[in-house]
């Protein structure tokens, strides 16, 4: 039961252009939801989260944003660059249980 | 200064082995995981230790023991290594400020191959 789901595996972007990489969730007792970065051979590392208080939370070039009621985040990276070709993942805590969802490998493309 | 260190980060054993990863912290956080990345690139959470007790326990095999020796400590010994334990194994840490907030911090992972 993946209770966080990617479900595009992969996507190409053009360097300055607008990347948006989606998540959907089921549970709905997720409150807070976070995205992360993964480099080949590297460990995830952090890049932005966002509480379900709010609808919106920017940081830099990466916005993620929340709609609640359709279960739904999304991540805007604007404008792309090639150093942001990773694999990305969403997240959510519940119970200090860390749910992952299984990434989307972005190609930021020169 | 690594925040998160796991070693060994590359592994190459034979079926029926015994073997330990070990991972440690320096940011003086309550709690550490360990997550399993399989094949199909799922990360998966296996164990969680917090201040040196089990509090989460996912349906793995007996044959994988974390052990915490302290709390900035989690290390994962695997006995009698099958084929399907292939996988890059992910330690992760995590300021416990409350049940869902906050954000884990991953070591490097370990990269596990059974022949």
């Known amino acids: 039961d993946q209770q966080v789901k990617q479900n595009s595996p992969s996507l190409s972007v053009q360097e300055g252009r607008i990347s948006i990489l989606n998540c959907d969730y089921t549970n709905s007792m997720f409150d807070y939801f976070l995205w992360y970065k993964k480099y080949p051979a590297e460990g995830p590392t952090f890049l932005i989260s966002?509480?379900?208080?709010?609808d919106k939370n920017e940081d830099g070039r990466f916005t993620v944003f929340l709609n609640k009621s359709a279960k739904h985040l999304s991540l805007h990276i604007v404008p792309s660059q090639p150093g942001d070709s990773a694999v990305y993942f969403c997240?959510?805590?519940?119970?200090?249980?860390?749910?992952f969802g299984t990434g989307t490998r972005l190609k930021v493309l020169a | 200064d690594t925040a998160v260190s796991q070693t060994p980060k590359y592994l190459v054993t034979q079926m029926g082995n015994d073997k330990s990863i070990k991972c440690e912290q320096n940011?003086?956080?309550?709690?550490m995981y360990w997550y399993k990345q399989d094949s199909k690139k799922f990360l998966k959470i296996m164990f969680s230790?917090?201040?040196?007790?089990?509090?989460i326990n996912e349906t793995v095999p007996n044959r994988f023991s974390p052990k915490s020796p302290d709390k900035a400590h989690l290390n994962l010994h695997i006995n009698s290594l099958e084929l399907g334990d292939s996988a890059v194994y992910f330690c992760a840490s995590y300021l416990a400020g409350g049940p869902n907030t906050g954000e884990l911090f991953f070591g490097e992972g370990s990269r596990l191959t059974v022949l």
């Open positions: 940011l003086g956080h309550d709690t």
């Open positions: 997240a959510a805590p519940l119970a200090y249980k860390y749910i």
């Open positions: 966002i509480s379900s208080i709010k």
């Open positions: 230790y917090n201040n040196k007790e089990l509090i």
